[in-house]
């Protein structure tokens, strides 16, 4: 864990009755480590499956377990804790303790304390797969989500009960990934706004049938959280993805070529930089039909007639304000930074990030990226990193030009 994060910050982790427990006795030593101070609290239930000297030994603090022990010099020690926090996190999270939160009671320290926080609540369920797919289960997290907590969702896998499916905790990395994420907030583009597309396109041959491509939109999302988590005011312009945009980014959803190229347009005034993850088609139907095209009608062979779609990045160069960064990507399956060079020269961006999709771990919809930044000032190779990594990485790079 990044102890440069973590330094002197106080965590308070509260542990729930799953038989996750033991998972998360590594979580605190883990925190600890890096040099954060780490309040455990327990329910009675969490207490059945770990002694509470298993997290005290490791976290060099007492264990509260009770709401009506004795607080040594702390009167209100039930919303002492809350008001202390810098992150809130629950793991493992049961079902039981999620009904609690969602429904705001306070009959336990791990309510009273999430009531009485202002710091980011981070949740990791963990329980039997029909349990977390229950839709009890689902509308207590849609609510604890909406009111701006992050959810670490639990994994699939086997599980404790000898069933398989998804409940089971999600991994330390994970878990930790989110509090890294919830306390390395940075005013270092406070100001700024950025704009950031991320996605395919779909582009219609008739009502029920598209021309699209294989982008996720993780590269985009990762880097509209990367620039949020920066202090900056972020507008993420989104085509169909199975993603949920981090709390705090406007959201403008498109679906063609078209429609992106209108709404980046429509956000550019006053942009600080526009980053372009979005995977654009190139070209789209001349003439989609307007009824569903049927086989009998058709024939065997069906000939499309394609045009070339706006050229949006440059539109942006055309009508940026003068200073408005433009970053443009380079999903390539062959040599990315010769491509990506060209993109930089003839199109005047500031930053081009290339991507060969064909290289090991940075296939189309994979969670990490080896990609090379190639801009005026030169070709930096990066390793294969996350994408979280890339996308702070880069919003870092952003950072520094807008400094200048
Ligand atoms: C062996 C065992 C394992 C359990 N594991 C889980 C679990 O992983 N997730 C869960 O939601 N509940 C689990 N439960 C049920 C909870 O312990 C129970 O709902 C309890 O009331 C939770 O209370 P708490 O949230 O206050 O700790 C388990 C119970 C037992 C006996």
Redesign the pocket.
Known sequence: MNASVLSGKFVVLGV?????VYKVVELARRLTQAGATVQVV?????T??VQPLTFQALTYRPVEVEMFGTFDDRAAGHVAMGQQADVVVIA???????A?LANGFAD?L?GTTVLASHAPLIIA????TH?WANPATQENVETLRDRGATIVEPESGEL?SGLSGQ?R?ASLEAIGAAIEDALATSSALAGKRIVVTAGPTLEPIDPVRVISNRSSGKMGYAIAAAALRAGADVRLISGPVALRPPAGVRVVRIETAAELHDAVLAALPGAHAVVMAAAVADYRPAAPAYQKLKKREQGDDVTLTLVRNPDVLQAIVAKRDQGTLVVGFKAETGDAVAEASRMLREKGLDLVVANDVTAKGSEFGSDTDEVTFVSADGVEALPLLSKREVARRLVAKITERLAI
């Open positions: 729930t009755g799953s038989i996750a327990m329910t009675p239930g969490a059945q499956f493992p999270a049961t079902a039981h303790t999620l609690r336990d791990i369920p963990a329980m039997e349990m404790a409940g905790l």
